[in-house]
């Protein structure tokens, strides 16, 4: 199954920053931070960070204060602080499968960027996600797994209108990449918290692939349709 994200910002990402109670770094650092520890991870060679007892009694006494948020898969094959060499409260992680954001995952998102102000907001998806492949398939599906991966079908019906002639492992390739911007969308569309931390400059979202392969983790950028996503937003109610 799958994860994924992107990133948004209508400013330098040298000039987000985080607010309140937040780590006080930029979402530049941030992404730096991730982007260095998966490079640890490709080579084999982990600096397993704050990962001991007195990281654990930190957090314990002070609070959490993570420098990132991660939507991913629940894939057991994308843990995501492993792959990013990161220690305890460092990444602020939502994981579902298929990387959807629903309701719940939107909220925890909502905690993640506002309550505890990460200024990055990453959507992370994987190559051979199960969720997508299964949509792509039409898979017959059970329980509460089709109103789950609902939101993935937008993405694979994107896929297909777009690069109509791709088929098989090629569709469903492509099918994880535009779940990852599907993603990206709905939280646009359905929290004015996240899109207004977005136009305020406070927070920064990227969209990336892990490859289950090689370890590495792909950057895709920004949503392609961001401003125009960020302009039809609704506003952030006021308290």
């Avoid at 993935?152 to 492509?174: R, Y």
């Avoid at 920064?204 to 392969?213: E, N, P, R, S, W």
Wanted: contains cysteine.
């Amino acid at each position: 199954m799958i994860g994924i994200l992107v990133v948004c910002s209508f400013v330098s990402a040298s000039t987000v920053q985080a607010s309140g109670e937040a780590p006080g770094v930029s979402a530049d650092v941030a992404l730096n931070q991730l982007k260095d520890g998966n490079a640890r991870f490709i080579v084999g060679k982990p600096d397993h960070p704050r990962q001991n007892f007195d990281r654990r009694n930190e957090t314990t006494q002070k609070g959490q204060k993570p420098f990132a948020s991660v939507l991913a898969c629940s894939d057991s094959r994308v843990p995501v602080e492993v792959i990013f060499d990161q220690g305890i409260g460092d990444i602020f992680v939502v994981r579902v499968a298929g990387n959807v954001a629903n309701v719940d995952e939107t909220g925890s998102i909502e905690y993640g960027t506002d309550h505890l102000g990460t200024p990055l907001l990453v959507v992370l998806g994987h190559t051979r996600c199960g969720a997508v492949t299964a949509v792509v398939q039409n898979d017959e599906v059970h329980g509460n797994i089709p109103a789950l991966v609902k939101g993935i079908v937008p993405a694979v019906e994107q896929a297909k209108k777009s690069k109509p002639g791709l088929k098989g492992e090629e569709l469903i390739d492509a099918a994880i990449n535009a779940n990852v911007w599907q993603a990206i969308e709905d939280i646009f569309k359905s929290s004015p918290t996240v899109a207004g931390r977005v136009k305020d400059g406070k927070l920064m979202v990227l969209g990336a692939l892990y490859h289950i392969d090689t370890g590495k983790v792909s950057w895709m950028g920004s949503h392609p349709k961001q401003d125009q996503l960020l302009s039809a937003a609704k506003s952030q109610p006021k308290h």
